[in-house]
């Protein structure tokens, strides 16, 4: 389908297609098996100028809005989605910088990570605050000019590997979902430590660490935003970044259904290619149809978040839950397709379908995303 | 340029679909070139109707063609040896010196190679120029250009033919150009047309998918490369009689200004099997790693490199630089041997690009015998010491 | 440094087939693409100008639309693009491209270093770049794997040979021809895109370089296609039968007439 892009969109998507095609498809097996983080990758992507995508042109930035974001993912997860999980984590991690963060923040990092000289990440999660965000225990304590910090972060995308931070810290225990606050922590910091890697089903070549703060201690200025806006900041964050995870589905589901189309025409039982077969025809058919409703759901997703930053959440939601549910399902249907060689390692399918898991989890599980369009609903129809 | 003519065109189209580069097409009721034009040629021998033609306004020609006579070969001396293509080239050489009854000659350049001229005419030469320097014991491309052309200057032969290898297809167009002369690359058959004596070059292009046949109608000499292991070489004759001739080298000619800081020779490992023109694979089919020498033995013999599937790199009989297929390598050799690989698709993509493709495999259903240019059902145990040894035999 | 990188638009060789029934070539499909070689001689253009400064000229010798692999180079880091271009210069083997050529680069003031990809991958003659070298009379190297210790006066590179390789000092001006194995040629960013689409590709006529007419193209050619024919279809496969003597003599025979 022709979503008619303008000339600069089209520029995004094949650079992007440049660097999967000859960066990421050759070694994706490999770093998926080896359990290793893409830093070669990332480095050519910073080369390419694609970090520059997300962050506004007076910062060194391309200025590309939600709609550029996500078509650089897309091409992105094509090749990989651990790669493009790597890539989005420095978007994730800055966007509370970008949402909340002063002047002077914003001069100090977001050329850095237009450049791809840094990377971000993003600190909310801890063992016992998954979905329920306010499950928090770190806290941050004023100690002069200063603050210390104290907690463990875990499940960090891009912890160990990435050199800026946004931590999500109680300043006032007392005061629930308003005693919240973001912090950035930089590599080096005085108690910040990285604690053990994780060893995921899928998505295995991104970095997946604790993150641990011990008497962590920073400048007063690494407060983003007001004291006590943290949740508000947290949750602008996940609405921006939410089409994004939705663009990985999408392309993920098409690279399982290209893979899935090529093998089924060359291979032949009872005389014909497979793809001859009614029963066959019938999934892939099923594929691209859900692959390219997906599609424009999370293009017009992305596009009205563009237009209407202040009325994202529903959409975001919507667009994350159905592009990566189809996710699982297509990639799915093609280690069907592909049977018993689907199975193997030998063939990428398998480890589509690995990766496509986790897409339905971070950010957000989908059950919660329901939660948020059935709350939406219930406000739009009072 | 092309001319079209209007009044025998149809309009048919035939023209179009046979132009690769998309520059001759129909509009309204007559074809069109465009800026695209090569000037290859191959619409005008598909119009059906005659109505195009090539026009050259001034043909370079050269006026003393008539003075050239002669076979002339350039033979490789590296590593105190004369590389085997130089026979080859002999062989071929000798054929076409006989057929327009001229002499055949070689240059070897090299640092004291005085010892080589006997093999050389017991393989068919005539004569035999020996440029013998100091400075031409390694290869340098200066000097060695310029000693082959104040040969070919004096020496004016209607044919000069080196082998398409590192050394001739780095030294000889360097030679052509500086004598005017047409040459072609990597040619895999030669013959003299009885008509006129013109040489007839044929050589494959666009990754082997097409074969053209090439001339040069207007200078001499014509020279080629020729591909290594296509000529066969003649049986050597030491009763053959020729001249050896020490050729002149003023200090000028011997000046090069490349240093040669060291020469490395490549272990088996280091070889990038993408890069060889001839690859021999071992599979599960061999069984134990111990059939890798086996493989290595045809390897070496056929000038080329050795190449794995899955299996056998996962079985740990060879490390993973030699693997080809989805989870390896793709290679596009000019000769691909597969001995025990089945051929699932996984391998395939990795190799279906080479020119010719030879399976060997106890299994008749095997599928690799479905994408093979020739096929011996057999136990590979057996068949590969019968073809080193034939192959060893030809040799000799 | 002043270096000079010379590329050529070519078909996807992969996808070019010869119709066997037609004899003609089928271009349905096929790609017009930046030589893969000459991508690897831009890019170690492009890593020697970063280290040592200067400038990449990219030159191309072709049609109008061979403007597209211009743009593409200086997207991909090249600083300008010249356009070599002519309907007299249809029909040029390797000599006449390579006369052509070193006008051009004569024309453009020469250059400390001339970098060609190995060969282009529709004629697979590896020529040019040799041809050039003897043109502009520089001393030149084929084959190159690696560059090492570029100066303002030398250059050292490691030359493959078909058992290895050869490490070589060679003074400047000089040119060299590259294998893949020396680089991984970069993907053209974004910024690099947006300068390209604004470039002006300078063009050269055939007039403007000072070529004789009667060494360029067709007409300066020794060289003449005659025939282009299919090779022996993989269709024509054959599975021999027989004892494995049997076998292996009919297999030797075979090679001896393809190869």
Known sequence: MDYFFTEQQQMIIDTAREITNEKI????????????????????????????????????????????????????????????????????????????????????????????????????????????????????????????????????????????????????????????????????????????????????????????????????????????????????????????????????????????????????????????????QHILADMAIQLEAGRALVYGAAKHIDAHPKDMSKVSSMCKVFATDMAMKVTTDAVQVLGGYGYMKEYPVEKMMRDAKILQIYEGTNQIQRNVIGQELNKEYS | MLIIDSEKCTACGICETSCAFGAISVVADCAVVTESCTLCGACVDHCPVGALRIEIADKRTQADIGEYVGIMVFAEYRHGKVAPVSYELLGIGRKLADKRGVKLSVVLPGGAVAAYAGDLIAAGADTVFLAEHPVLEQFREDVYARVLEQVIREQKPEVVLAGATAIGRSVIPFVATAIDAGLTADCTHLEIREEDGMLLQTRPAFGGNIMATIECPHTRPQMATVRPKVMAPAEPDPSRKGEVISVQLPQHLVQSKIEVLETVINTEDQVNIQEVETLVAGGRGLDSPKGFALIRELASELGGAVAASRAAVDSGWIPYPHQVGQTGKTVSPKLYIACGISGAVQHAVGMQSAEIVVAINRDKSAPIFDIATYGVVGDLYEVVPQLIKRLQEIKK | MKIIVCVKQVPDAKDVRLDPKTNTLAREGVDAIMNPYDRHALEEAVAIKEKQGGTVTVITMGPPQAETVLREAIACGADDGVLISDRAFAGADTWATAYTLAKAVQTLGGADLILCGKQAIDGDTAQVGPGLACRLQVPYATCVQKTRNVTATTIEVERMMDDGFDVLRLPLPALITVVKDINEPRVASLKGKMKAKKAAIRQLSAAAIGADPQCIGLAGSPTQVVRVFPPEPRGNRKIFSGSVEEQVEQLVACLKAHL
């Not at chain 1, 498809?25 to 359990?35: C, F, G, Q, T």
């Not at chain 1, 999980?85 to 914003?106: D, H, N, R, W, Y």
């Open chain 1, 25 to 280: 498809i050759p070694v994706r097996a490999e770093l998926d098996e080896k359990n290793q983080f893409p830093r070669e990758i990332l480095h050519d992507i910073a080369k390419a100028d694609l970090f520059s995508v997300f962050v506004p042109e007076e910062y060194g930035g391309f200025g590309g809005g939600c709609f550029e974001v996500v078509l650089a993912l897309e091409e992105l997860a094509r090749g990989c989605v651990g790669v493009a999980t790597s890539f989005a984590a420095s978007a994730l991690g800055i966007f509370p910088v970008m949402i909340a963060g002063s002047e002077a923040q914003k001069q100090k990092y977001l050329p850095d990570i237009a450049s791809g000289a840094r990377w971000a990440a993003f600190g909310l999660t801890e063992s016992n605050a998954g979905s329920d965000a306010s499950g928090i225990r770190t806290t941050a304590v004023e100690d002069g000019e200063e603050w210390v910090l104290n907690g463990t972060k875990q499940w960090i995308t891009n912890g160990g590997e990435s050199q800026i931070y946004t931590i999500i810290a109680l300043t006032d225990p007392n005061k629930g979902a308003r005693g919240a606050s973001i912090f950035v922590v930089e590599e080096g910091d005085p108690g910040f430590s990285y604690g053990k890697k994780e060893d995921k089903m899928g998505i295995r070549s991104s970095a997946t660490r604790e993150l641990i703060l011990k008497d962590c201690r920073i400048p007063k200025d690494r407060l983003v935003g007001r004291k006590g806006t943290g949740f508000i900041t947290v949750m602008k964050t996940l609405d921006m970044s939410r089409p994004g995870i939705a663009s990985l589905g999408i392309g993920l589901a098409q690279a399982a259904l290209d893979e899935a189309v090529v093998y089924a025409k060359q291979r032949v039982q009872f005389g014909k290619p497979i793809i001859s077969f009614q029963a066959v």
